[in-house]
RNA sequence: GGGAUCGUCGUCUAGCUUGGUAUGAUACUAGUCUGGGGGACUAGUGGUCGCAGGUUCAAAUCCUGCCGAUCCCA
């Protein structure tokens, strides 16, 4: 009894959507807020997003990326001063129209997103050549209206993100920071996350509004679907014209500065919780996992839990020695059982019990949570945990390179296409490049183009759907 | 954007048709026995029925509005 209520009580394979939600609820990552589509992150959530930072952080350092903080306000006035912009953003933004008692002439805006309030700064702060490269990244929230269905992390009306924005005296220097922050979140998320990306540009009709292009990183889900993982733009002047983001070059003509914003969000441990997790519950990949390692002592008796007690304690300092974060759990009143599925819930990647018998027989019980394989380890190896803990996050990304791959497929006939589709996957299908082919498939299959890979964008064929000569193999997937 | 369904202790749920202040499970608290895959027993705590208003002697139940959730179609 009580087994229903406690775990997750539908399968992942049979009710993905239902399954998602237990799981983010039940293994305590996030709850739901008082208002529609806002989401609270608990700990174990933010344990999570704060690894990302961290990383983040040391690779946006090494790349010459300063942190800056940005408020949340902005006047529609320069919301509105890039016109496409503010076409785009404007169905869904949230507006402050009082403070207090009395009404705002100027409307303000919860930021969808912050290029106009940073570049009327960076108008400010630019004068010559030499202010530049100017590269600040900025961690906070972004608020989109959202009217249809929200998921917690996929899509909520406030998400947790980071939005990075440079400034460039030359149109090259910000064509390769483009590159080189998709590349950035590409090692992260393949590295950090064991989920594998494909890299490339987004369609006309898909990149941002306001880019010359977009560069984005996509993923696809168990249940077929695609997740657009991160993005990254390049604006070109478009932005620096309106906003007169001007310097003096060193022959003293001013220019109009080049420009890149780029940023991920809180989706990323979404799409985590959907490659990995279980029917058991969530899998944490050990680089993310804020406990790596969970200890469940087991005894009978009160000489017995002396004995292991200490044993216990020994085997967590000397982990913690090599900087694995390892946690006890010593709570009396519950048996070994429920602790073992309680732990897999919240996806911890090692546990080791031991008990009695093992001290006799000076061992540990090791079971992983990935794959549920149990092993013994003898008590003089135990630094090779840090090992297996290593050999985990590589294995967790081999499975998962391979379920993608199982998902992928190559086609060419349209009629297959539409019929494949409802099935869902990434579909390696040519296209002519023109919009009116692109909005017909969309219409009559609800795949949209996810990206163009950079190694896919000269390829020579047929267009799917219009048999036209076709340039490029773009993935067609439906999205989230 | 159009359509449908729903909202009762923390969670799931009975009651709603035929108005009379709420059922059970689980969780939670305490104790005893237990303890290597969600343990048993006993005793407790907890809800005024999404919110606001209306009808009525009386509303979870009927009516209106709002908020929220889910699903389908575009």
Not at 85 to 96: D, R, Y
Not at 253 to 267: C, I, K, L, M
Not at 444 to 472: L, N, W
Request: charged share 30%; net charge neutral.
């Amino acid at each position: 009894m009580g087994r229903e209520s406690v775990g997750i009580s539908v399968s992942k394979k049979e009710d993905f959507s239902e399954w998602y939600t237990q799981v983010v609820l039940k293994a305590k990552l996030a709850d739901y807020a008082p208002v529609k589509g806002l989401i609270v992150l608990r700990p174990d959530g933010y344990s999570i997003w704060e690894s990302l930072k961290s990383t983040f952080d040391k690779k946006f350092a090494q790349n010459g990326i300063r942190n800056g903080f940005l408020p949340v306000l902005i006047p529609e006035s320069l919301l509105g001063k890039e016109k496409k912009h503010f076409a785009g953003f404007n169905p869904e933004v949230f507006w402050v129209t009082h403070s207090g008692d009395n009404e705002v002439g100027d409307r303000l805006a919860l930021r969808p997103t912050s290029e106009t309030l940073a570049y009327t700064l960076y108008a400010k702060w630019i004068k010559s050549w030499r202010d530049l490269p100017l590269k600040i990244n900025f961690w906070n929230t972004a608020l989109r209206a959202e009217i249809k269905a929200t998921k917690p992390f996929l899509r909520t009306s406030e998400f947790l993100w980071q939005e990075g924005h440079t400034v460039h005296s030359t149109e090259e220097e910000a064509r390769e920071e483009v590159k080189k922050i998709l590349e950035i979140y590409k090692n992260t998320v393949e590295e950090e996350l064991a989920i594998p990306v494909v890299i490339g540009k987004k369609s006309e009709k898909e990149k941002f509004v306001g880019a010359v292009y977009t560069t984005t990183m996509e993923s696809i889900m168990p249940d077929g679907k695609a997740l657009q993982m991160g993005t990254s733009h390049f604006l070109g002047q478009n932005f620096s014209k309106p906003f007169e983001v001007k310097f003096a070059d060193r022959d003293n003509v001013e220019h109009f500065a080049w420009q890149t914003s780029w940023g991920v969000s809180w989706r990323l441990i979404g799409a985590m919780i959907m490659v990995h997790g279980d029917d058991k519950g969530l899998v944490l990949p050990p680089k993310v996992a804020p406990i790596q390692v969970v200890i469940v002592p087991i005894y009978n008796s009160d000489e017995d839990k002396l004995r292991v007690m200490q044993k216990v304690e020994g085997i967590k300092e000397e982990l913690e020695s090599t900087s694995i974060r390892v946690h006890i759990d010593d709570r009396n009143e519950l048996s070994p059982g429920y602790k073992f599925n309680d732990w897999e819930m919240k996806g911890v990647p090692l546990r080791i019990e031991i008990g009695p018998k093992d001290i006799q027989q000076q061992k540990v019980v090791l079971a992983k949570r990935y794959n549920k394989e149990k092993i013994d380890l003898i008590l003089k190896d135990i630094e090779k945990v840090d090992l297996i803990l290593k050999e985990i996050q590589k294995n967790m990304l081999k499975n998962a390179r391979e379920q993608a791959e199982r998902n992928t497929i190559e086609i060419s006939e349209y009629t297959e296409f539409k019929e494949k589709m409802e099935k869902g996957g990434f579909f390696n299908a040519a296209w002519c490049g023109k919009q009116v082919c692109e909005d017909k498939i969309k219409e009559e299959t609800g795949a949209d183009i996810r990206v163009i890979p950079f190694d896919r964008e000269k390829r020579y064929s047929k267009c799917i759907y219009c048999k036209e000569p076709s340039s490029m193999i773009p993935i067609f997937a439906r999205g989230y």
